[in-house]
């Protein structure tokens, strides 16, 4: 077959709903971008963890305490999920890492902000998962198999996720006066970085297009992030939360909040490096990985004593 009827093929398949699966032919352009995504999903789950894990040692309770650990333990599974994904494209995890460490690698722009207060692991939990959820269910209907059956089981985590961070957030506001505010304060500053999760306006995205005809992405960046405001804003008015744009208003024939236009100047910022916590957040995961070298060179020592004796592998 030559190459254009290879591609052919390829694009009835996707056409067909058909996975595309790690030995099958891909157009390179394909390969590339799943691979692009997927590596930079992964660092988002890892470098995720970081915000969160700062509040660990400050939760308001035992309950509390358990609940973040084991949304942190959830996240650092999604991350490994999705390397292993990565990983069936044909790079090792030790080469996107070092993309991602060499500025060669986006992860999301969400977690170069500050979380200040416990309101804010609310706020997150709530609101970036809570987005999350929106775009990795529609991700799960993705062509490439791997990437979609992560996030088939990343998902089924992510409900947990979002509901603890809701249940924070509606106990803050069902609490003190100064709960309240605390709310409203996290509220305010996490509401629009949460809508740059779903990434550029359709009309500047440009990974979009080709996305959509390999059904990379099944729906569009406005499409996904329209829908995690129509959900969010009933949530928050439910618990007395208001949202933060003086625009907000709700559209009787469309059924959609309507909202203001995002900074899209601070989102380049961020994703550029220049967000409040771009350097901490890179310059603290280059620190842990050197610091695990070791046991990655035990595994490995391990690994290739039981390869020369199988004997001993149980
Ligand atoms: N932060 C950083 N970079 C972003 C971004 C964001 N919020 N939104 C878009 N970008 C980047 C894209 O990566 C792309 O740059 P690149 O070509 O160098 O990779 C550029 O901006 C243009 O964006 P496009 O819309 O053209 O790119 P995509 O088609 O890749 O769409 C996306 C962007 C919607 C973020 C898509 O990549 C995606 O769905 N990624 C997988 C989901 C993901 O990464 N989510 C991040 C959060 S993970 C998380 O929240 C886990 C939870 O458990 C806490």
Redesign the pocket.
């Given at each position: 077959m030559t190459e254009d009827q290879k591609l052919i093929k390829f694009q009835q398949r996707i056409d067909a709903d058909e996975k595309i699966e790690p030995k099958d032919w891909m157009p390179e352009g394909y390969h590339k971008t799943l691979f692009?995504?997927i590596s930079?999903?992964a660092h988002?789950?890892i470098i995720?963890m970081q915000p969160e894990a700062n509040w660990v040692l400050r939760a308001p309770s035992l309950r509390a305490k358990k609940i973040l650990l084991a949304k942190i333990q959830d996240?650092a599974g999604?991350g490994l999920y999705l390397y292993s994904a990565a990983e069936t494209l044909g790079l090792d995890r030790s080469e996107m890492i070092d993309m991602l460490h060499k500025g060669k690698a986006?992860?999301?722009?969400?977690f170069n902000y500050p979380v200040l207060t416990w309101a804010d692991i609310g706020a997150v939990g709530w609101l970036?998962?809570g987005?999350?959820i929106v775009?990795?269910t529609m991700?799960a209907k993705c062509s490439y198999g791997p990437y979609a059956r992560a996030m088939l089981r990343i998902c089924k985590e992510?409900g947990f996720?979002q509901r603890q961070g809701y249940e924070i957030m509606a106990k803050m506001m069902n609490g003190t006066e100064a709960q309240k505010e605390m709310a409203q304060d996290a509220m305010n500053r996490w509401w629009e970085p949460s809508l740059?999760?779903?990434?550029?306006h359709d009309t500047d995205?440009?990974?979009?297009k080709d996305?959509m005809q390999w059904k990379i992405?099944v729906e569009s960046?406005d499409r996904l992030r329209q829908r995690f405001i129509d959900r969010t804003v009933e949530q928050a008015h439910h618990i007395g939360l208001k949202v933060p744009d003086a625009n907000l208003k709700y559209n009787k024939e469309t059924l959609h909040w309507e909202t203001s236009d995002i900074n899209w100047e601070e989102f380049k910022n961020v994703?550029n490096g220049n967000g409040p916590c771009n350097h901490q957040r890179l310059s603290h995961h280059i620190k842990c990985h050197n610091e695990g070298q070791w046991v990655r060179e035990a595994a490995l020592a391990f690994e290739a004593k039981q390869m020369s004796n199988p004997a001993t592998i149980k």
């Open positions: 692009r995504q930079q999903h988002s789950e995720g996240e999604h986006k992860y999301s722009s969400i970036v998962d987005a999350a775009n990795q991700l992510e996720h740059m999760m779903f990434g550029p995205s440009p990974n979009s996305s992405k960046n994703v």
